[in-house]
């Protein structure tokens, strides 16, 4: 059975910094691209950064373009999500998600969430 | 950039046939996925590749695409079908996906 565990949201305050993780198993997790969605409260979902199965291509979100970082440890069967320069709203429900494998890069199964708020 | 575009509410009886559109300028060229959110629960994919369903999802659930058009169609609609429903579909590159802003569907 997959398994994806965030951890590492809290209270920032706007401009600091925040690392999220996502800890990985029930599955081959070096065979699949991973991504992470993100949900503010009482809205939608918004697709936020992938990275490829090796970790060679990552693709972000414009509204987090230079301000996030996806890196992941296939050793470690983990994914992060390093980010600076936060604003208020960035606060939201970071969700890690597998892909689904199928031709295009597609969220498949999804953890239950890591809260972040950004404020003063 | 992307987009892809619901209604933000849909209202459907029990039993009845409840459908949700999803338009966009790239959907006739990308595949449009369908993925159900229950309140306070992490989405569930429940179409794939514009028509598809994965594993486990009620056979009641199916999805067409034509043209610029996306639709879910949950046929025999049941109160644990209340949810939001979301589309997801990605740019001509395939790299830079979005989500469609939600539709919230309410059996009553």
């Known amino acids: 059975e997959v398994q994806l565990v965030e951890s590492g949201g809290g209270v920032v305050q706007p401009g600091g910094s925040l690392r999220l993780s996502c800890a990985a198993s029930g599955f081959i997790f070096d065979d699949y691209t991973m991504h992470w969605v993100r949900q503010a409260p009482g809205k939608g979902l918004e697709w936020v950064s992938l990275?490829?199965?090796?970790?060679?291509?990552?693709y972000y979100g414009d509204s987090v373009k230079g301000r996030f970082t996806i890196s992941r440890d296939n050793n470690k069967n983990s994914l992060d999500l390093q980010m600076n320069n936060l604003r208020t709203e960035d606060t939201a429900l970071y969700y890690c998600?597998?892909?689904?494998?199928?031709?295009?890069?597609?969220?498949?199964?999804w953890g239950q969430g890591t809260l972040v708020t950004v404020s003063s | 950039s992307h987009e892809v575009t619901q209604p933000p509410s849909v209202s459907v009886s029990p039993g009845q046939t409840a459908r949700i559109t999803c338009s966009g300028d790239?959907?006739?060229?990308?595949?449009v996925y369908w993925y159900q959110q229950r309140s306070g629960q992490a989405p569930v994919q429940v179409i794939y590749?514009?028509?598809k369903r994965p594993s486990g999802i009620p056979e009641r659930f199916s999805a067409s695409s034509s043209g610029t058009m996306a639709t879910l169609t949950i046929t025999g609609t049941q109160v644990e079908d209340e949810a939001d429903y979301y589309c997801?579909?990605?740019?001509?590159?395939?790299?830079?996906?979005?989500f469609g802003g939600g539709t919230k569907l309410t059996v009553l």
């Open positions: 590749e514009d028509n």
């Open positions: 790239a959907v006739p060229r990308k595949f």
């Open positions: 998600a597998k892909d689904s494998g199928y031709g295009d890069y597609c969220p498949g199964s």
């Open positions: 997801y579909s990605t740019d001509n590159s395939g790299n830079y996906p979005v």
């Open positions: 990275i490829t199965w090796d970790g060679r291509k990552t």
